[in-house]
């Protein structure tokens, strides 16, 4: 019998604030199906998008104005392995954002077609208890008809800089973040400009919708269920 290898999604899954007030975020899962995007190539041995901003303003400083864009192209991330990405926006509410950002990485899981025991989440951790951010995760998911495995829920401290998967989704939630800061600056004159420009990503196809309210109760009994875990 030939032997046949199983084969995984590998989503790496990363956020950010920029231009959406402190309450506000942007989580991006990024796609691959190659193993070694998932792998750690240890601390700080990526770029993450701050650390190619301080780059820029390295630039400013010796040559008295900013680069246009200092980020690696789309293109460049396909490359080398980027198959697909989706984001959504979360707003807090009654939730703070590390909550909310739970139940938003899980609902884009949810809601895209993936196998739920080939499919293995690389979380750059946002919330200092992962055993209750696992929990919320993989119960949230359960809620919503997605059976994965405990064991395919894996949260990284630091892991942008250091599983690329994670490093390819904190560059597109961070310039998804800078484009739309920018394209509703019309509405919100007194925002500072940002002098840095996005690389060109196709974003507006891939943005999944934020979790409605039937998604916040969900999240609310789950959170209740931790408590009685706990």
């Not at 650390?51 to 303003?57: N, S, T, V």
């Not at 359960?142 to 990284?156: A, K, L, S, T, V």
Request: proline share 4%.
């Amino acid at each position: 019998m030939a032997y046949v290898a199983k084969t995984f999604t590998y989503l790496g899954i990363d956020e950010t604030s920029l231009g959406l007030g402190n309450q506000n975020l942007i989580v991006a899962a990024a796609e691959t199906h190659k193993k070694t995007l998932a792998k750690d190539k240890g601390w700080r041995a990526l770029k993450k998008a701050k650390d190619f901003l301080e780059e820029a303003k390295e630039i400013r400083r010796k040559e008295g104005e900013y680069p246009q864009t200092i980020f690696p192209p789309y293109s460049e991330l396909e490359t080398t392995g980027l198959e697909n990405f989706h984001w959504t926006r979360a707003t807090g509410g009654r939730f703070s954002r590390q909550i909310i950002e739970h139940a938003s990485l899980a609902f884009i899981v949810a809601t895209n077609g993936y196998n739920p025991q080939r499919t293995i989440l690389l979380i750059d951790a946002f919330h200092s208890n992962h055993e209750l951010s696992r929990y919320l995760i993989k119960e949230y998911l359960n809620r919503q008809g997605f059976n994965i495995p405990r064991r395919n829920i894996e949260i990284h401290g630091g892991g942008d800089r250091s599983v690329p998967i994670i490093n390819y989704a904190d560059l597109i939630a961070f310039q998804i973040g800078l484009a739309l800061h920018e394209k509703y600056r019309q509405w919100h004159p007194d925002r500072l400009t940002f002098p840095i420009r996005p690389s060109e990503i196709p974003y507006d196809e891939k943005r999944v919708m934020s979790i409605d309210e039937e998604g916040r109760s969900q999240l609310e009994e789950v959170l209740k269920s931790w408590k009685g875990h706990s």
